[in-house]
């Protein structure tokens, strides 16, 4: 039972424009998100996060948006580089404290010069 | 400062032998977690382990599979009899002791570059 879904295995974007990853969860315990960017051959690096008394949380080109009555939320990168194009997983846990991490499958993102 | 260090990076064993996955955690950090990737899947969470403690392996398979982190030394996570199910890659995160409270917060898992397992 997956309870973090990634449904598009693939993103291609142009330079420039706004890339849109999205994540859908299923478990109602979740309580805080991830986004975590991994490059081939290296281990994850987190990316940005957001609690679920928030809706909206930004750092520089990131924003992620979180719809808590539909279960989703979505990354944002704006304007997209070249240097974007990795694998991004979206992560979810629960509880404070709680340490255990649940993945997505990833979406592969191509930023096209 | 570095980073969390894995090794070795890939690991090729046959059927029915044993590999062992080291991780050193970033100085200073004194939790290590384990994950596993799965060919096309997201990481699962494996194990969490502080200095010379198991604290929850509810995501290590019950057989073949066993972590430690010792006092000294890197955290070893060992799969005995290894099947070709166990090809994946192995990822270790550390994170530090928040003072404060105990508590550790999400974003202060950092990830190593993997070991890559490889079963023939």
């Known amino acids: 039972d997956q309870q973090v879904k990634q449904n598009s295995p693939s993103l291609s974007v142009q330079e420039g424009r706004i890339s849109i990853l999205n994540c859908d969860y299923t478990n109602s315990m979740f309580d805080y998100f991830l986004w975590y960017k991994k490059y081939p051959a290296e281990g994850p690096t987190f990316l940005i996060s957001i609690s679920s008394i928030k809706d909206k949380n930004e750092d520089g080109r990131f924003t992620v948006f979180l719809n808590k009555s539909a279960k989703h939320l979505s990354l944002h990168i704006v304007p997209s580089q070249p240097g974007d194009s990795a694998v991004y997983f979206c992560a979810a846990g629960s509880g404070a404290g709680s340490y255990q991490l649940t993945f997505g499958k990833g979406t592969k993102l191509s930023v096209i010069p | 400062n570095a980073g969390v260090m894995q090794n070795p990076r890939h690991l090729v064993r046959r059927r029915g032998q044993e590999a062992r996955l080291r991780c050193s955690p970033m100085k200073g950090h004194s939790h290590v977690y384990w994950y596993r990737q799965l060919p096309e899947e997201g990481l699962k969470f494996m194990v969490y382990?502080?200095?010379?403690?198991?604290?929850?392996e509810s995501g290590m398979p019950k057989e073949r599979f066993s972590a430690e982190f010792p006092k000294e030394g890197p955290s070893i996570l060992r799969i005995q009899q290894v099947v070709r199910g166990d090809s994946a890659a192995y990822f270790c995160?550390?994170?530090?002791?928040?003072?404060?409270?105990?508590?550790?917060?999400?974003?202060?898992?950092?990830f190593g570059p993997g070991t890559r397992l490889t079963v023939l």
């Open positions: 995160a550390s994170s530090p002791l928040d003072l404060a409270g105990g508590i550790v917060t999400y974003n202060e898992q950092f």
């Open positions: 382990l502080q200095k010379e403690n198991i604290i929850d």
